[in-house]
Nanobody, 119 residues
Framework: QVQLVESGGGLVQAGGSLRLSCAASENIFSLDTMYWYRQAPGNQRELVALITRSGITNYADSVKGRFTMSRDAGKNTVYLQMDSLKPEDTAVYYC?????????????WGQGTQVTVSS
């Protein structure tokens, strides 16, 4: 059972930056892919960014060029650097780790961290 704990959310003005962290309870390479999702009030949870075990990253079009996902294996932590923030980035941000098990997947979720961007 992998535990994920997010931190780094807060209130920031439009155009500002925040860095979110997601600390895992074990080696992050035990997970095939790690993701950042977000959910705004009244909206479905949406994928923001991912990083594979091999280090390949991918981003939602809405954040491409502004957000950067990275990792520090020594700290078992992944990060989401968010620059040029917009009010529409306001949401609860969740870290997810996916582990392939046989022909299926096991998903681990953090508790979420609130990001609020004021205009």
């Amino acid at each position: 059972q992998v535990q994920l704990v997010e931190s780094g959310g807060g209130l920031v003005q439009a155009g500002g930056s925040l860095r979110l962290s997601c600390a895992a309870s074990e080696n992050i390479f035990s997970l095939d892919t790690m993701y950042w999702y977000r959910q705004a009030p009244g909206n479905q949870r949406e994928l923001v960014a991912l990083i594979t075990r091999s280090g390949i990253t991918n981003y939602a079009d809405s954040v491409k060029g502004r957000f950067t996902m990275s990792r520090d294996a020594g700290k078992n932590t992944v990060y989401l650097q968010m620059d040029s923030l917009k009010p529409e980035d306001t949401a609860v941000y969740y870290c997810n780790g996916r582990q392939r098990v046989g022909f299926g997947n096991t998903d681990y979720w953090g508790q979420g961290t609130q990001v609020t961007v004021s205009s």
